[in-house]
């Protein structure tokens, strides 16, 4: 299809992900967090909730973890920012696979007990509906390290179309004005998005959530011969558009993750998805431009993450380097970026065409 540009807009939504209930985070680290992200004109985040955390036995949430979250969503609100939710994290009772060995990565198997996904669905759309800005079902069900049960992709979009179903239900019983985002696709994998349409997710979802990294390539440049067409920024929103047009879907796509990972100091240690701290900054920038100039379909961005996951990690660790600050809070080129691309569209140069 023929993209045409348009007179580039401020997005409805921008921010940056946080991990509040990972084991390493303060209660004065995530407030210290909030007022950097703040203070750089975001106005959304995207939260983790561990469905694990929220009722780890069946028919019984935890009332002093929901008090934690009820917290740091009020000291959000305070500072100008509505949380994306992002329900993920099967409990070991309601799986087949966490029932035989419940361990730390059994959240990731699917959950069987699909009448409880959508009441916890319920109970959380309910508690937080007038502080949310979107309800996101799950986190990249399409990789089979997020949810296992299955043997290929086939198969994991077999489960998780009647996840999505269900957490739907349950969402809307709620909050009937609440959006919700259905996908949480791993890259652009427009044959995932196409494998759910074909298993009935129409009419289950207000929105498709996708995270379309671009290794350590600019984010308009393609994907090089031999790389799956999954990790391609700009071409690759294109190509989900494209899936969900034919499938007769209203045009709405939120990236509930992008980014790229400053985990080379400089030019000489770049491996093939590493960057430096410069080029992260200038990529940011270049991807919020294409995303106001030629993506209007897309209504919310965020980027992946706000803070570096740890700071004894040798640095070319690439899961460990998203985020804007250093993990000891100071910033990156990369938060000044972020903060442009938050600001007036002036800032923002006008991308060639995709």
Known sequence: MTL???????????????????????????????????SSGANSLRMDMPWSLVEPE???????????????????????MRPILNLHSTPCWASEGGRRACGAESGFEAPDDLKALESVSALLAGRYSNSLVAFEVWNEPNLPFFLRGARDKVGRARLYAPMLRASYRGVKRSAPRLDVLGGSISGTDSEFLRLLYERGVSGHYDAIAF???????????????????????SHGTVRMLETMLRNGAAPRLWMTEYGWSACAYDESQRPSRCVDEKAQAAYLGQAAALVRTWFPFVEGTVWYELRDSRESVPPGCFECRFGLLRADFSPKPSLAAFRAANGPLGSLLLPARP
């Open 211 to 233: 995270h379309p990294y671009n290794a350590a390539r600019p984010p308009a440049e393609p994907r090089p011969r031999g790389w799956p067409e999954n990790y391609e920024f």
């Open 58 to 80: 069946r028919g019984q949430p935890d009332r002093e973890f929901l008090s934690r979250v009820d917290r740091y969503i009020d000291a959000a609100i305070t500072r100008g």
């Open 4 to 38: 045409a540009a348009t007179p580039a807009t401020a997005l409805e939504h921008q921010g940056a992900q946080v991990h509040p209930w990972w084991p390493d985070r303060t209660e004065a680290d995530n407030l210290r967090e909030l007022d950097v992200l703040a």
